[in-house]
């Protein structure tokens, strides 16, 4: 059974219900040293960014990267476009140049987020053993690169705006956690440990 017998959120998202009726629990019993049930890892916000740097695309291409996240973002919330307040020759970056395109979620549109990305998008990386624990950092984030944007259903059902290839590169994915413990009151490593339970917990899969 799909829901494995865990309960729906009242915004729809299947794991947020798992987090609720499961995962919270059983991190409070994990770690006794935060204090109370908002102090233990939650979702906070999920970051998608895409660069001109880390892609090699012109200006002009990045109206595409625009897309992609508008259409990842379920169109909720619009991307916010990037550019250079200075000009580096090295870089042939001048005044103004575009030099890349995020989108922040939060709240329901998060989580909506993360049941589209766990459930239907990691299943289809192949080969794929896991994300390795190294991509959470002490923070409680987890950061990875996405090689092709074509993996996610509402950016596929577009295939045809993404060729050549050259024009569908890939982009980066930052889950961020919170808690009522900052990094400061709880030590850093085991803010990042509880954090990577709290992604397997959800069924993001995690290899040492």
Not at 70 to 97: N, Q
């Amino acid at each position: 059974m799909l829901c494995d017998s865990v309960m729906i959120a009242s915004n729809g998202s299947l794991l947020k219900g798992r987090y609720e009726s499961r995962v919270k629990w059983d991190l409070i019993q994990a770690y006794p040293e935060r204090k109370s049930v908002e102090s233990v890892p939650t979702l906070s916000s999920v970051q998608l960014h895409w660069s001109r740097r880390e892609v090699g695309m012109s200006a002009e291409s990045m109206s595409g990267a625009w897309t992609v996240l508008s259409l990842l973002s379920g169109c909720t919330v619009m991307p916010s476009i990037h550019r250079s307040s200075v000009s580096v020759a090295s870089f042939r970056l001048r005044e103004g140049d575009v030099t890349g395109v995020s989108v922040k979620l939060e709240g329901h549109a998060a989580w909506d987020f993360m049941d589209g990305f766990v459930l239907r998008v990691v299943p289809r990386f192949r080969p794929f053993q896991g994300f390795p624990v190294s991509c959470v950092d002490e923070a409680g984030s987890l950061t990875y690169a996405i090689q092709n944007a074509l993996m996610f259903k509402q950016v596929e059902s577009y295939y045809e705006l993404f060729n050549p290839i050259s024009s569908r590169p890939g982009f980066t994915i930052t889950i961020q956690t919170k808690g009522a413990d900052s990094v400061g009151e709880l030590d850093g490593q085991l803010l990042r440990r509880s954090s990577i339970d709290l992604f397997t917990g959800l069924g993001v899969p995690m290899v040492a």
